[in-house]
């Protein structure tokens, strides 16, 4: 049998290497194009094309939001079970945050840890050098565009929940009594939005609006923000105007929700309402 034909377990061997190849390629940069795919597998273009091709036909690899993407197909990101474990959030968001050419702020992602939202990652565009929160920086759920987004997005169960453990803890004197009512309103005027905002609260002298990022099961997983209105967007802000700071905003949220196995097809900007594994 000649060498380099289908048959031939040294080359199956070599074509599931380069497929494997581009799945990391795609869970490391997030949605990407053909060119950035081939360059980070060292591979021709050509045959990088024709690899994805292969690849969007078992389902592993869907394309992407704009016209030319690619991301992890669902096929693919569900494997495993809990898939979250091994898809790198900060990986993916860094890289979308970086594609964001023509803003001028900070681009920041939150994640909650018990009953605080933190800073995993922070990029700066543009010459702004407000004194936007470094990796680290944390705020209690109950303050902030991230905070607000990280609590409305939960699940019933998972709601209740959080808000019975932050009452709990937190010393809120006089407050207590009414966090529940508080958090309930500003939730369903988050999901309605889709979004949330502060000013002043993530970052000092600026308006800050944050977006939900969702997993593969439909649970929010983070919070994508952008910090560089001005304090005097806010009316236009909470009015829900076609601001293109907010549309690009939500973009961003939606192409790392995508690149960790989201699909928006079945529910528009929303979460899924499964039960906890």
């Known amino acids: 049998m000649r060498r380099g034909t289908r048959s031939d377990p040294g080359h199956s061997v070599g074509t599931l290497t380069k497929a494997k190849a581009v799945l990391d390629a795609l869970k490391q940069l997030g949605p990407s194009r053909i060119s950035e795919i081939s360059a980070y597998v060292h591979e021709p273009a050509s045959s990088t094309y024709r690899l ?26 569900r494997i495993g079970g809990r898939i979250e474990a091994r898809l790198d959030v900060q990986a993916i968001a860094r890289h979308v945050f970086k594609r ?30 407000l004194r936007s929160p470094q990796i680290g920086y944390s705020l209690p759920i109950s303050l902030g565009a991230p905070s607000d987004v990280l609590l409305a997005f939960l699940d019933q169960s998972r709601f209740e ?41 993530t970052v000092p002298g600026a308006l800050t609006i944050a977006a939900p990022i969702f997993d593969h099961s439909g ?53 899924d309402s499964e039960s906890e594994q």
């Open 161 to 201: 929940r959080l808000i019975e453990h932050y009452r709990y803890n937190a010393d809120m004197g006089g407050l207590l009594s009414t966090f529940r009512e508080r958090s309930v309103q500003m939730a369903e005027k988050v999901t309605k939005r889709g979004y949330a905002y502060d000013v002043d609260q």
């Open 100 to 129: 964001q050419e023509g803003s001028n702020g900070s681009w920041s992602l939150f994640v909650r840890y018990n009953v605080r939202s933190v800073c995993v990652q922070m990029t700066f565009l543009g010459q702004s050098r």
């Open 52 to 77: 994805l091709s292969n690849l969007v036909t078992l389902g592993w690899v869907d394309h992407g939001l704009h016209r030319g993407e690619y991301r992890l197909g669902i096929a693919c990101v």
């Open 219 to 271: 649970h929010i997983r983070a919070a994508a923000c952008y910090s560089g209105l001005s304090r005097t967007n806010k009316a236009l802000v909470e009015s829900g105007a076609d601001l293109c700071e907010v549309n690009r905003l939500r973009q961003a949220a939606r192409q790392i929700s995508q690149g960790l196995g989201y699909s928006f097809d079945a529910r528009e900007g929303r979460f």
